[in-house]
């Protein structure tokens, strides 16, 4: 079951956060709560992967100047809709794991780009299916930050810094 | 033999942790992060909080007892700082950190004595707070910055540096110890190397950040110029650094914030400039925070350096025995002399991940580019685990760090 995939973005469906793999004695709260198996299988079988160089890619690039995760997204945009998407990056299991969830849910026209932009950090979490420390919120949030980059620039206005 | 001696100093320093109450108030807190900041024995909370009780009052102001009290106090720290280090009193002007420390010789030395054409040499290992400065004055007045590389081993490559420090070489600004992989420099070879080749003006910084917190250290016997140190990685509060200076530059040198205290006299056209070292320390400096570091100081003094870098030396050994046992695990650089600090990397677990899995066993390490960025990427890394080790750190915490890593490898097995 991957759980992310039901949960649909701004519905916090906790219950249907999928069962961890067992981690023994990490009796913590964070990391048990971190990495779950999807979350593990994202990271080791990212789905999107790579890059796109057609004329009509639109590529942004950031880091995450306190622990150096990378981000490259690439993106077609056709009638206000993702029509592809691709991303590269280096990084934990958080940032990698994220990327390759929001371009599953966000591509093939499934969202208008207006609404990725309005995207919320408690929207990916729930996408995720996880509880995410403080410290690794930023690292949860690149991937969709430089979406939204691109988005922004594709339409011609300014980012909201708040998000 | 060795191993009596060795058994002797675990034994000296095991009630250490109980002096510190942060232990006492997270329980089975195994923390291996001590080059980012150190913990507090409860001397050094009691001093600050005991100046505040039945001190507190404004320095070199008030005619009252009580600030004639505090500004004892105060300029006591300066003296014992100075003893520490083995510079005089002049010679130690309190910062807010070592990054500042080191911004202060950029802005009042290296602004007013670099020009065009000349160089700063720094090398490659250092922090960004030795690092960006020199990179950004290179930058405003049009001279070069060289750095010194590493070898395969990461130990800092001597001969480079005499290679690149010349009769233009200003500055040459290199750290004691490396924050990020634990490489001892010989930063004494450094400093004659540039007083004998560099240009006659040629002045010697040193980040001993990572050094004076675990390691006697004798500032004239460096033969260094500035030497900049910050009192929370040495057991002190936070908000205080020290830096040290020749005198003799230090009395050249223009100040570096204006305002009160800092100044001689002041007329409508003109001011003249206090005594060393309060020329530099304009406004009310961090009183409560130089007590506390005295009494950092003291406590240090009071185990006594040498057994403290021994047990540091003999944890570092346990813990790199140990961490070679671990599949997967490279230890970064493998350097001559090595100080409590040591980075690695795990196949398939980027440190960030690991450091949240240890996190969730309550231990506590560092993940990241240790703000070493062109290093990490020299290293061809975008980051490491670093575990680092003060006082209060007992082999006990190596073996559970290990065992959780272990359990950590499960989960992205």
């Known amino acids: 079951m991957r759980c992310h995939e039901e949960s649909a973005a701004g519905v916090r469906m906790k219950s249907q956060i999928p069962n961890s793999k067992n981690i023994g004695t990490f009796d913590g709260v964070s990391a048990d709560q971190m990495y779950r198996e999807h979350i593990l299988d994202h990271y080791k079988n990212p789905r999107n992967h790579g890059t796109l160089a057609t004329k009509n890619t639109l590529h942004m690039h950031d880091v995450n100047p306190l622990c150096g995760d990378e981000i490259d997204m690439y993106v077609e945009i056709k009638n206000n809709k993702i029509s592809e998407i691709k991303f590269s990056g280096k990084g934990c299991a958080i940032s990698q794991s994220s990327a390759s969830i929001l371009t599953e849910e966000i591509k093939n026209g499934k969202k208008d780009v207006t609404d990725i932009t309005k995207l919320s950090r408690e929207d990916l979490q729930d996408l995720l299916g996880i509880n995410i420390t403080a410290m690794r919120v930023k690292c949860m949030m690149l991937p969709l930050k430089v979406i939204k980059m691109i988005i922004y620039k594709h339409l011609g206005k300014e980012p909201n810094t708040e998000e | ?413």
């Open chain 2, 1 to 413: 033999m060795i191993m009596k001696q060795n058994k002797q100093s675990t034994k000296i320093l095991a009630n250490v942790k109980s002096d510190f109450p942060l232990f006492a108030n997270n329980q089975n807190l195994v923390y291996l992060d001590s080059a980012a900041t150190s913990q507090k024995p409860q001397s050094v909370i009691n001093a600050e909080s005991e100046f505040y009780k039945t001190t507190n009052a404004n320095v070199h102001r008030g005619i009252y007892k009580l600030s004639a009290q505090a500004t004892e106090l105060y300029e006591q720290a300066h003296a014992k700082v100075a003893q520490f280090v083995n510079a005089s009193k002049e010679e130690i002007i309190f910062t807010r950190n070592a990054t500042e420390a080191i911004n202060l010789v950029m802005y009042s030395y290296g602004m007013h004595n670099v020009n065009k054409g000349d160089n700063i040499v720094i090398s490659i290992l250092e922090h960004h707070s030795n690092f960006v400065p020199w990179q950004q004055l290179c930058k405003a007045k049009g001279a070069e910055l060289r750095v010194i590389a590493i070898d395969k081993n990461c130990n800092l490559d001597i001969n480079h540096a005499k290679s690149l420090i010349d009769d233009k070489t200003k500055v040459v600004a290199v750290t004691h110890i490396s924050n990020a992989l634990g490489t001892i420099v010989d930063v004494k070879t450094i400093a004659n190397i540039t007083h004998k080749q560099g240009a006659t003006d040629a002045v010697v910084v040193i980040d001993a950040s990572q050094s004076v917190p675990h390691m006697s250290i004798d500032f004239k016997q460096l033969n260094a110029d500035f030497m900049a140190f910050s009192s929370h990685k040495m057991l002190g509060p936070t908000g205080i650094g020290v830096l040290v200076g020749k005198k003799q530059l230090l009395k050249n040198m223009h100040p570096f914030l204006y305002g009160g205290d800092m100044i001689r006299s002041v007329s409508i056209e003109n001011t003249t400039w206090n005594d060393l070292p309060w020329k530099f320390e304009a406004g009310t400096p961090n009183i409560a925070g130089a007590i506390g570091l005295s009494v950092a100081i003291d406590y240090l003094k009071t185990i006594g350096m040498k057994k403290i870098q021994s047990h540091e030396q003999e944890l570092t050994t346990y813990a790199l025995k140990e961490l070679a046992k671990i599949s997967g695990l490279t230890i970064i650089g493998n350097p001559t002399h090595r100080a409590g600090i040591i980075s690695f990397t795990i196949d398939g677990m980027h440190p960030h991940d690991l450091a949240s899995l240890l996190d969730s066993e309550n231990i506590c390490i560092r993940a990241g580019h240790h703000c070493c960025q062109p290093l990490m990427k020299q290293l061809n890394l975008t980051a490491t685990a670093r575990i680092s080790f003060h006082v209060y750190n007992t082999k006990e915490d190596i073996d559970k760090i290990c065992a959780a890593m272990k359990k950590a490898q499960q989960v992205f097995a």
